[in-house]
């Protein structure tokens, strides 16, 4: 006996076609977990008059000095730049051999795009500037103070495309969630520290 095979017609091989297309997984949008999206995200230059990329921090930048917030300057913000944020975290805590959280210096926001930096040792912020809490639980800069090793710190300038609401004094958690889909562009800068003396 001889058996018809039937050819699937074009409509069923479309039809076929876009419901695997409708069960394929969509990327999230989230890049690296600090509110970026899948969209281009501009680099800014963001440099310090106190140390270089790469470079040992000063000791007047750490508790071991007079715990002074290096200087810093950025440029080539994305024209749909409304605010910016900043934060300095040390991704080698306690001991950059065996790293088990990442410790946060300071957390700034609603910084407005007209200023270009921030002095050294920042006694006033640009006006409208947020505080957001370190990881001492308080507001402001806390210098390097690694217990072991040589440890870097991150500081991460963002753009964003809106003026974030008042959100109190966030940690850097809260601020990153209210980023999220905001960013436009970023900037880092890492320097290192290790403290001296026989604790080394």
């Not at 950059?96 to 407005?112: C, E």
Request: neutral net charge.
């Amino acid at each position: 006996m001889r058996v018809h095979v039937r050819r699937p017609s074009s409509f069923s091989l479309l039809l076929a076609a876009a419901l695997l297309a409708s069960c394929t997984p969509k990327p999230n949008g989230d890049k690296a977990g600090d509110g970026a999206t899948t969209a281009a995200v501009a680099t800014i230059a963001l440099t310090s008059t106190s140390f270089t990329g790469g470079s040992a921090m000063p000791a007047k930048h750490s508790c071991q000095g007079q715990d002074a917030s290096p200087a810093l300057a950025w440029s080539g913000l994305p024209a749909a730049t409304k605010s910016l944020a900043l934060v300095v975290d040390d991704p080698d805590a306690p001991d950059p051999a065996a790293p088990k959280t990442t410790w946060v210096h300071w957390v700034l926001y609603n910084l407005p795009p007209t200023a270009q930096g921030l002095d050294e040792a920042a006694a006033a912020l640009p006006p409208g500037t947020g505080q957001g809490l370190n990881d001492w639980k308080r507001t402001g800069y806390g210098g390097p103070c690694p217990p072991i090793g040589r440890h870097r710190y991150v500081h991460k300038l963002y753009a964003l495309d809106i003026v974030l609401p008042d959100l109190g004094t966030p940690a850097k958690a809260e601020l990153e969630r209210a980023m999220q889909g905001h960013i436009i562009g970023k900037g880092e800068l890492v320097g290192t520290y290790q403290k001296s003396g026989p604790s080394e």
